[in-house]
Nanobody
Framework: QVQLVESGGGLVQAGDSLTLSCAVT????????MGWYRQTPGKQRDLVAS???????NYADSVKGRFTISRDNTKNAVYLQMNSLKPEDTGIYYC????????WGKGTPVTVSS
């Protein structure tokens, strides 16, 4: 069975760093794009960062210069290195991948206190 297993979320203070990880397990013929969305209560789920199978990246304006997305194709894993965290980065972070559709993890919470 295909699963997306997220880890790395937690409670940190403003200015701290955190790394999120997501590993896709199961019998998967191919993975195209991978990335991370986040959602806060009362708001829609918005893209934070994405990365193609070839390594091309895209970031939300609010995280450019602070977050770095990467992937390891041999492990079917995607990572999000988050630096200089701000309270507005707080939310539930969802890992996803695409191949003839978009598939989601359960989400991992990130809370940044001021």
């Amino acid at each position: 069975q295909v699963q997306l297993v997220e880890s790395g979320g937690g409670l940190v203070q403003a200015g701290d760093s955190l790394t999120l990880s997501c590993a896709v397990t199961g019998n998967i013929p191919r993975i195209d794009d991978m990335g991370w969305y986040r959602q806060t209560p009362g708001k829609q789920r918005d893209l934070v960062a994405s990365i193609t199978s070839g390594g091309r990246t895209n970031y939300a304006d609010s995280v450019k210069g602070r977050f770095t997305i990467s992937r390891d194709n041999t492990k079917n894993a995607v990572y999000l290195q988050m630096n200089s965290l701000k309270p507005e980065d707080t939310g539930i972070y969802y890992c996803y991948y695409e191949f003839y559709g978009r598939y989601w993890g359960k989400g991992t919470p990130v809370t940044v206190s001021s």
